[in-house]
C-alpha cells in the first residue's frame, strides 16, 4: 500500500495565481523551434530537441535515440492522457491496474514500481517525487495535455546529466506559452462510462511579458460494474464489482514571462476508485480508492552574457501526498468494516546552476551543479476503528550534484560526446556517471550513433523503509546500476521517407525488485538482468497529403544467473499511426494501433497478445473559432489484457472494450 490531498483547492489556488506578480523568460529548452505540424519529413529528421544535452539541437546530433511528439499529433490522434502518448514511442508499453498506469521500456517493468526508472520533466522540472520516486503519466499526471507543447522522449541512460531514475528514458513535457494560445479558449469532452471534462485557459504575449494559466476538471464514474471471476461467489456479488471505478481530476497550470525570468506554478490531484480489491480488500465496496497531489513552484532565470555565455539557473520548491483508503472486514465482526489509511508526504526545495560556453571554437562545455534538499519525507499507515499504528517513518535527507558534458567537433562530419555527473547523497551511496557519444554525419540527411552510458536509480525511501509488519523494511539496499551501449542509424531518403534503427543491449545489476513473503512483502536486490534488442521506426508523407509512422521493437529481457525471461516483458511491440487530411487540411481523419505480444506473470501463468486500433476525426477552424473532434478507442472492441501489480489477487485485468470520445474547442483571439 502506498496522503493527505493539500488543502489549498484548484479555485483558491487559481485565484492565488492571478494575484502573481513574477517575472519570467523563455522557459529552458522553449527557444524558439520548427512547428511540427508543419515540418517536411526532411525537417523533422533534424528538428530540434532540448533535453538530450540541455541546450537545443538538431535530433541528429544528439547522443541518444530521441522521439518527439507534437501537440499536432496530440490532437489529431485524440490522445487522452501521457500514457496515451507513450505507448507510441518504439521501445515504450503501457499496463494499467485500473489504479495507476505503468510504463515498461526496453523490455523491462517490474512489480511494485512506479514508474521509478523513468526520469519525467514539465520543462526540465523534475516531477518524480521524494517519496516514492513515482512519474505519474495516466489521468494522476498533474497537466492538461492538451497544454503541451511537444514531449521529449530521451531513450537510454541520462543521469550523465540528470542524476538518479534516468536508467530507461528521460521524459521532458515542454508546455506551451501564451503567445501558442493569443486569447482565451475554452475546452469540453464528453465521453464513455459518464465522463466529462472541461478546460479554461488564456494566454497573451504582450511585449517583454507573457503568461498563460489554465484549470482543468475531468470526473468519470467509469464502468457501471466490472466482473472479475477470482469473486465469483454469493459472498462477493458473484464478481462484480458495481460503482468502483471512478476517477475524478482537477489541475490548474500557470506560466508566467518577462524578460529573462520565468516563475511557473502547476498543482494536480486526482482521486480514484480501485475495483481490483487490492490487498484483500472488500470485494465491491467502493470505499477503496487512492488520492494523489503534486503542486510545485518553479523560478528561472536564463541569459546569454557577452554572445558567449549561456546561464540557465532556477529555484523550485514541491509537495507530493497520497491518501490511500483500504476496506477491510473488521476481525471482530466481519460484516462490519475497519478501514485502513495509508499515507505518503513529501516536501522538498532545491536549486541549479548551469552554464554552457564553446571554447576554441570545437569544445560546448556545459557544466552545472544541482541541490535538492527534501524536508519531508514521511509514509504512515493505520487501522481507523479501533485504532491501530503499524507505520510511522519520518525523514530528512539531501542530494548534492555537479555534472560536466563537452562537446568536441573533431571534423565538419564527425562529433564525440562526453559528460559524467556526480551525486552525493547524505543516506546512501554516491555515485559517478559517464556518457560517451561518438557521432558520424556523412550528410545532411544521414546520422551514425555509438552511444555508451552508465546510470543508476537510489532505492527510495518506500522501498527502504516502509513495512506495516516487523522486520519486512529493508535500509540495506543499494542503489541499481546500468551499463549501457547502444548503436543508432538515421536516415533520411528524399523529402518524404524518413528511417531510423537503434540496437541496444543493457547490463543491470542490483536490480531492485519486490518480492513477496506471506501476506506481506519486502524490496531487495536480488537480479542481475541481460537486456537487449533492436528498434525500427520509419516515418512517411505523400504528396496527397498522406502521412504516418510505424515501428517494431524486438527486447529480450533475463535474468543473468537462470537464463529465464523475466515476468512482464514482452518481446515484440508494433505501433501504426496514419493521419489523412481532407478538405484543404481542415479535416483530419487518423488512425493509431498498437501491438504488445504474449506477456508471463509473475505467477507463471501469461496475458495473451492484443493488437488494439483507435480512430480520430478532427475539423479544425469550424466557423473560425471552433474545433471538433471524436474518437473511437479499441474500435474493433478487442477484449485484452493488463498484467496487475502484486497488490491484486487477479493475474490479468480486462481493459476498456470500444469507447468514444466527443471534444469541442472554442478560441477567442489569435492562433
Not at 518506500?462 to 516487523?470: C, F, G, H, I, Q
Request: aromatic share 12%.
Amino acid at each position: 500500500m502506498r496522503c493527505t490531498p493539500l488543502a489549498l483547492t484548484p479555485t483558491l489556488f487559481l485565484a492565488f495565481l492571478f494575484s502573481i506578480a513574477a517575472e519570467k523568460a523563455n522557459c529552458a529548452g522553449q527557444e524558439p523551434i520548427p512547428d511540427l505540424a508543419e515540418a517536411t519529413l526532411e525537417q523533422l529528421g533534424s528538428v530540434k530537441v532540448y533535453s538530450a544535452s540541455k541546450h537545443l539541437q538538431a535530433a541528429g546530433d544528439a547522443p541518444s535515440s530521441v522521439n518527439v511528439v507534437s501537440a499536432d499529433e496530440i490532437q489529431k490522434y485524440g490522445y487522452r492522457t501521457l500514457a496515451d502518448i507513450l505507448k507510441t514511442v518504439p521501445g515504450f508499453f503501457v499496463t494499467n491496474d485500473r489504479n495507476y498506469s505503468s510504463l515498461g521500456v526496453r523490455g523491462l517493468a517490474r512489480p511494485g514500481d512506479y514508474n521509478t526508472r523513468i526520469l519525467l520533466l514539465v520543462d526540465g522540472h523534475r516531477l518524480n517525487d521524494n517519496v516514492y520516486d513515482e512519474a505519474m503519466v495516466g489521468t494522476e499526471f498533474p497537466i492538461n495535455i492538451d497544454l503541451i507543447q511537444r514531449v521529449e522522449v530521451i531513450r537510454g541512460p541520462v543521469s550523465s546529466l540528470y542524476g538518479s531514475n534516468a536508467l530507461f528514458a528521460l521524459i521532458n513535457i515542454i508546455t506551451k506559452r501564451g503567445r501558442d494560445i493569443n486569447g482565451l479558449e475554452l475546452s469540453a469532452e464528453a465521453a464513455s462510462f459518464n465522463t466529462h471534462s472541461g478546460t479554461m485557459t488564456y494566454g497573451r504575449k504582450l511585449k517583454e511579458l507573457e503568461f498563460l494559466i489554465s484549470g482543468t476538471f475531468y470526473g468519470s464514474r467509469g464502468h457501471n460494474s466490472l466482473f472479475f471471476s477470482q469473486f465469483n461467489t454469493p459472498q462477493t456479488n458473484y464478481g462484480i464489482a458495481s460503482h468502483a471505478d471512478d476517477d475524478q481530476v482537477g489541475s490548474a497550470l500557470a506560466t508566467i514571462s518577462f524578460r529573462d525570468f520565468t516563475l511557473q506554478a502547476v498543482y494536480g490531484t486526482r482521486e480514484k476508485g480501485i475495483p481490483t480489491a487490492p490487498y484483500g480488500t472488500l470485494f465491491n465496496n467502493s470505499g477503496t480508492r487512492t488520492t494523489d497531489s503534486h503542486s510545485y513552484i518553479d523560478l528561472r532565470y536564463q541569459h546569454t552574457f557577452a554572445n558567449s555565455w549561456d546561464v540557465l539557473a532556477r529555484t523550485f520548491y514541491d509537495r507530493v501526498t497520497y491518501q490511500g483508503t483500504y476496506i477491510y472486514p473488521s476481525p471482530p465482526d466481519p460484516s462490519q468494516i475497519d478501514p485502513n489509511l495509508d499515507f505518503g508526504d513529501g516536501k522538498w526545495w532545491g536549486a541549479e546552476l548551469q552554464v554552457t560556453k564553446t571554447v576554441l571554437r570545437r569544445h560546448r562545455i556545459t557544466a552545472g551543479g544541482e541541490y535538492r534538499d527534501n524536508l519531508r519525507q514521511n509514509q504512515s499507515d493505520y487501522d481507523l476503528s479501533p485504532y491501530v499504528l503499524y507505520l510511522a517513518d519520518k525523514r530528512q535527507s539531501f542530494v548534492g550534484a555537479v555534472y560536466v558534458q563537452d562537446e568536441l567537433t573533431i571534423t565538419k562530419s564527425l562529433a564525440l560526446n562526453g559528460g559524467f555527473r556526480y551525486d552525493y547523497y547524505s543516506a546512501l551511496d554516491a555515485s559517478t556517471d559517464p556518457r560517451v557519444a561518438l557521432i558520424y554525419r556523412p550528410g545532411r540527411q544521414s546520422a551514425f550513433k555509438f552511444i555508451y552510458g552508465m546510470a543508476f536509480r537510489v532505492p527510495n525511501v518506500y522501498e527502504l523503509y516502509y513495512s506495516v509488519a516487523p522486520n519486512f523494511s529493508n535500509p540495506a539496499l543499494h542503489p541499481e546500476r546500468i551499463h549501457s551501449t547502444e548503436f543508432v542509424w538515421e536516415q533520411g531518403l528524399g523529402s518524404h521517407l524518413w528511417f531510423s534503427t537503434s540496437a541496444f543491449y543493457n547490463s543491470i545489476q542490483d536490480l531492485i525488485t519486490q518480492e513477496p513473503v506471506g501476506d506481506n512483502f519486502i524490496f531487495r536486490n536480488l537480479k542481475n538482468v541481460r537486456s537487449s534488442g533492436l528498434e525500427v521506426e520509419v516515418k512517411g508523407q505523400l504528396s496527397q497529403g498522406l502521412e504516418g509512422r510505424a515501428s517494431y521493437s524486438f527486447q529480450q529481457t533475463k535474468d543473468s544467473s537462470s537464463g529465464q525471461f523475466l515476468s512482464d516483458s514482452p518481446r515484440n511491440l508494433v505501433t501504426l499511426n496514419l493521419s489523412q487530411p481532407l478538405w484543404g487540411r481542415r479535416m483530419f481523419v487518423s488512425l493509431d494501433a498498437q501491438y504488445r505480444s504474449r506477456i508471463q506473470t509473475l505467477a507463471g501463468s501469461s496475458v495473451s497478445p492484443f493488437a488494439v486500433v483507435n480512430a480520430t476525426l478532427l475539423a479544425r477552424n469550424l466557423g473560425k473559432h471552433m474545433d471538433l473532434s471524436a474518437s473511437i478507442y479499441n474500435l474493433l472492441d478487442k477484449q485484452y489484457f493488463d498484467p496487475p501489480s502484486t497488490e491484486n489477487l487477479q493475474q490479468a485485468i480486462q481493459q476498456d472494450g470500444r469507447s468514444f470520445r466527443v471534444k469541442m474547442t472554442w478560441r477567442w483571439g489569435g492562433r
